[in-house]
């Protein structure tokens, strides 16, 4: 199985900040990498697909970048609503994997 | 707008099979690959396995063995079953939908929290 491994797991920021999250690939997966966000309680909401595409309904202060193995999702100005989980899933494989989450915190 | 909702017993014993069905509305589940996450308390997410609507099904090698996914196309809907449950199945199960070009989840059921304990 292709591992997805996140990092940090837990960032600290503050209202303004610009924030990334990186997510490495253990073998190339192209573009097909999703970003999701987590509130406690809550079901995962999908931000980017195709490890670039924002979703419909989206803020634009979200982004994705990256190919084949290495990938960062980046909030440019953090708001209070952003304070959650933010996961990746790769579905390169057909055996579609996620990272282990990485949580931003507020400083 | 596609919704989707889990339902199923909340509490199930050690040993025994944990079944989850998930109701789509708001659109078909033709079409589409239909998935079981699940999360454990704390924890990230773990996909299960899927669907396709035409009966086709891919599990995760961790769960393969004990799941089972199942479809109902004339209710709308599909389930999951999961054998021979311990306290490390304790988690909340969610069902969600990827298309076949795009396998990323774009909808998501609100999850179930079904807690396996004597």
């Known amino acids: 199985d292709i591992q997805m491994t996140q990092s940090p797991s837990t960032l600290s920021a503050s209202i303004g900040d610009r924030v990334t999250v990186t997510c490495r690939a253990s073998q190339s997966i192209s573009s097909w990498l999703a970003w999701y966000q987590q509130k406690p309680g809550k079901a995962p909401k999908l931000l980017i697909y195709?490890?670039?595409t924002l979703e419909n309904g989206v803020p634009s202060r979200f982004s994705g970048s990256g190919s084949g193995t290495q990938f960062t999702l980046t909030i440019s100005g953090l708001q209070p609503d952003d304070f959650a989980t933010y996961y990746c899933q790769q579905y390169f494989s057909s055996r579609w994997t996620f990272g282990q989450g990485t949580k931003v915190e507020i400083k | 707008q596609v919704q989707l909702q889990e339902s199923g017993p909340g509490l199930v014993k050690p040993s025994e099979t944990l079944s989850l069905t998930c109701t789509v509305s708001?659109?078909?589940?033709?079409?589409?690959?239909w998935s079981w996450i699940r999360q454990s308390p704390g924890k990230g997410l773990e996909w299960i396995g899927y669907?396709?609507?035409?009966?086709?099904?891919n599990y995760s090698p961790s769960l393969k063995g004990r799941v089972t996914i199942s479809e109902d196309m004339s209710k709308n809907q599909f389930s999951l079953k999961l054998t021979s449950v311990t306290a490390a199945d304790t988690a909340v199960y969610y069902c969600?939908?990827?298309?076949?070009?795009?396998?990323?989840?774009?909808?998501w059921g609100q999850g179930t929290l079904v807690t396996v304990s004597s």
């Open positions: 969600a939908r990827s298309g076949v070009d795009s396998a990323f989840f774009q909808y």
């Open positions: 669907i396709y609507y035409s009966g086709s099904t």
């Open positions: 708001g659109g078909s589940i033709s079409g589409y690959y």
């Open positions: 195709k490890a670039s």
